[in-house]
């Protein structure tokens, strides 16, 4: 089952030059499944909530995707 939101998320931002749209499923997701670890580090501390971990793993993607 397909999800609508990043396709409806993409579309909103994509006439903007100052939103920008980062999918985070290349970190979570292969193609089969999404995981709260990558290799032996925990990503959240809850169901919800990313750790330190995770969170700079996210911050150091986002910054690559920016381009910053």
């Known amino acids: 089952q397909t999800c609508a939101l990043p396709i409806l998320l993409k579309a909103v931002t994509s006439d903007s030059i100052k939103v ?40 150091k993607y986002i910054v690559k995707k920016l381009g910053l």
């Not at 089969?32 to 809850?46: A, E, F, K, Q």
């Open 20 to 59: 920008k749209y980062i999918p985070l499923n290349d970190i979570f997701c292969n193609a089969i499944s999404c995981s709260m670890v990558i290799g032996n580090t925990v990503l959240y501390r809850d169901s919800n909530h990313l750790n330190i971990n995770g969170s700079e793993i996210v911050g």
